[in-house]
């Protein structure tokens, strides 16, 4: 009888214990299940317990999760009961990305316990955001970019410094909501942009954590411009220079191409700063082309071409000169030539011997040659070999009648003049003149001019 009681005690026992455990139901709501590694920001979990017992409870886990409060509860009647839990990565916890646990319900007076499994996402906050930037144009005074929360959990107090090539660090510091992506405006360095190719770049970015820094790369996008600018100046008369500059403007590689062309004789007087990698010649004309394939962002191709006419300028000149000179001496019939010479005298007069050399390039007529005499001096009136036909006391001026001369003959006349009155200093004779017939026409020829210099002389 005993042993029937003892049966029957057993299978109620057994029988509640199961009824307990089918009934039991473990809900549990949360708004996120990631744990970011560098940050202690927990998962806020709210348990509810449906349909438990009356009783004494605690949830605990064996997993590396600290699940907290860890203290025992009591639960007074039947229904459902809510509770919140707070979910915190322990340091051993050594699992990134998704990690499984099991989470315990023990009913403390019967002794029953209820599993249950959570999934969290234990994340380094370099997995949680994205960075990356908007296209950047080579003309852009700021740069955009971007910060993109991935997952579904809110950070406060982020900062994060940005640094690339395109512009200096910046920094900030900011609270992001879940798969919030959050847009920061950099100034952009202007020097860089204009010297850097089209492509894609690294942003580097650092986080400052409780945890110690984090680094995270994203790409910035740099977009394509193409352009050469070409200019050219020129300087210079006798020496002229002209460069010709062609510079990419654009931030992607180019092909430069300058071409001078020069005429048959100026390209014999031209010096270039680089050899052209191409001559072709079209006629009187010759092209010179230089070229450079690759020519990367702010580079410039610089080709001066230097062409100095001087040579040429005084060859023209002498030139000129040379056949001016020659017409004028094949043009020239009569060639009149003045000299004067110092006569001493006993008396101590200033005299002066006057010669003049007359010479026929070309058979003329009529000649006649005169000669001035200054107001200053006297004329003695003893002359060398050819007396004067006439002179003028009014104009004071001596006449020689000569008449017709053939080609090649000369004749040479002198006479002396003489002042008394002391002279010191320059003195100048003016011209003599010939004057003659060729062809029916009259024609005047002066002679050189002729000076003097006479010095004091103290007794």
Known sequence: MKYLSFITMLFLFVFSFASFGQSLELQAEYDTNVLV???????MLTLNIVDAEPGLYNLYTLADISLKPQEMFTIFENGTYEKEFTILPMNSLDVEGLYSFTYILHQRSTGEKFNEQFTVNHASIADIFEVYSEEVGLESESITIYLENLEDVTLEGVTVEFSSLLFETFGETFDIGPHEKRAVSIPADREALKKTKAGVYIIDSVFSTPSGEVSLKGNLYLGE???LTNFEDSSGFLIKTTTITKTN????????RIVIKKNFFSRLFTTFNMEPVQTDRNGFIIEYVWLKEK???????????KTNYILPFFIIIFGVLFFVGLK????????VMKSVVPVKTKSGVFALR???????KKAVENVTLIDKVPAIVKIYNKFGTVKPDKIDPSSRRLHWHIGDLEAGEARSFSYVVYSKVGIVGKFSLPSATAVFEKDGQIHEVESNKVFFMNEQVSG
């Open 354 to 360: 006057i010669t003049l050399e007359l010479n026929s």
């Open 225 to 227: 411009k193409k352009g």
């Open 328 to 335: 004028r001496f094949n043009e020239t019939k009569i060639e």
């Open 249 to 256: 403007v654009g931030n992607v590689v180019e092909e430069a």
């Open 37 to 43: 590694q560098e940050y202690e920001t927990p998962i």
């Open 295 to 305: 020519l990367n962002p702010t580079e410039s191709l610089i080709v001066q071409a």
